[in-house]
C-alpha cells in the first residue's frame, strides 16, 4: 500500500495457543506498527482480561499487513485482490508457524477469507473442525460491537466460550461435548484448500 506509514506484521504468543485474526491495520495501527491499538483494540484487551488473558498470552494478527486507505485518506474495506495476495503470502505462513491451537475470527471480512460467501450472522459464536488441525471460532469485530453495544452479552458470552475452549483443549477435559458442538468445515482459499499451503 503506498500510502502505508509501516507495515503491521501481528503478534505472537504461545506457538500453541490462540490466534485472533482480523482484517486490515486502521490509523492507529498504521501509527505504531501494532495490530488492534485504537478503540477497538482497548475494548479487545478489555475482553481478554475478562477470561483472563492478556496480549502477551495470545497471537493478533491481520489478513492485511498495511493500512488501506481512500485517496482522501481514510481507512477502506480491502479487496479481494488485497486479501488473496497479503493472505496467501503471509498470513497462511504465520498461521503455519504459530499452529494455534483455535484461530478466532474477528468479524465478516475474517470470516469470508477464510469461508468465502460466509455470513457473520450464520456463523457467529460457534466452534468449527477445519481441515488444517485446528479448530475456529467465530465472533464480531471489537469496532461493530462498539457500534452496536446491545451485542456486549453476546459478546461476552462468546469470549467466555472461547476460555471454555482452551481449558477443555489444555486439559482434555470435556472433549465429548466439545466435539458434538463443532461442525466440520473445509476452509479454502479462493483457488485452493487451506490444507494445500500447510
Known sequence: ????TQVVPGIYGSSDGICFVGEAPGYYEDQKGLPFVGKS???????????ELARKDV???NIIKCR????EGGNRTPTESELRFCGEKWLFKQLKLLSPRLIVTLGGIALKFFIPKAKVTKYVGQL?????D?????TYHPAYIL???NLMENYNEHFEEIKKILNENSKG???EETQSQQKNISIKSKQKPLSDFF
Request: charged content about 30%; proline content about 3%; overall charge positive.
Open 134 to 138: 485446528t479448530k475456529m471460532f467465530v
Open 128 to 132: 468449527y473442525d477445519t481441515d488444517i
Open 41 to 51: 483494540g482497548k475494548l479487545l484487551d478489555k475482553m481478554l482480561e475478562g477470561i
Open 68 to 71: 488501506p486507505t481512500t485517496t
Open 1 to 4: 500500500m503506498k500510502n502505508r
Open 173 to 175: 477435559e470435556g472433549k
Open 59 to 61: 497471537s493478533i494478527l
Open 147 to 149: 457500534r452496536n453495544y
